[in-house]
């Protein structure tokens, strides 16, 4: 059984079964280069519900959202495909889906996240999804970042180390 569903595929499993879904807990991010740090957050996402969604950045949104530094390689590193699956496979993530868009709000109101989980390095007001999951009575819990690994510093002491 795949835990990569599209957008409505997902929506569809969750109405048909909430029990097994909700409370249902929602992360999302381009998970570029999957590290400890991504994996002990998503762990603690997970325990925050009864299942954990997470939001997969399109190839098409990386590009957007990421800032393409000089002498580094364009972002997304690994497509959206790998990048799926990858996450798919871990034990804390019950589903993963793609979307293009560059934030989660469209996701958000889609799935209505009883929790929407995001990284301590955010604050509410810098949340660009806070206003709609509050909109529909959801909570947002931000995750203190316990060890601080950044995809980008990763690549750039990659790309550093092979000049």
């Known amino acids: 059984m795949t835990k990569i569903y ?27 280069l999957l590290h400890v740090g991504h994996v002990r957050y998503l762990q ?13 950045n399109s190839d ?27 996450l798919a496979a871990l034990t804390a993530v019950d589903a993963a889906v793609v979307f293009s868009e560059t934030t989660a ?10 929790i929407y989980a995001k990284g301590g390095d955010y604050t509410l007001e810098s949340l660009p999804e ?7 009575g959801g909570k947002i819990e931000l995750i203190t970042v316990e060890i601080p690994t ?3 510093e990763i690549i750039r002491k990659i790309s550093c180390s092979g000049s």
Do not use: H, M
């Open 130 to 136: 806070a206003k709609t999951t509050q909109s529909y």
């Open 6 to 32: 599209s957008l409505r595929e997902l929506q569809a499993t969750i109405n048909e079964n909430p029990k097994k879904w909700r409370p249902l807990v929602l992360t999302n991010g381009c998970f570029d």
């Open 150 to 152: 950044s995809t980008s």
């Open 44 to 56: 603690i996402a997970k325990s925050l519900g009864k299942s954990l969604v997470v939001g997969v």
């Open 105 to 114: 709000v469209e996701l958000i109101k889609a799935l209505q996240p009883d």
């Open 60 to 86: 098409q949104s990386v590009r957007q959202i990421k800032p393409q530094p000089t002498n580094s390689p364009p972002r997304p590193i690994i497509p959206e495909q790998q990048r799926t699956e990858v």
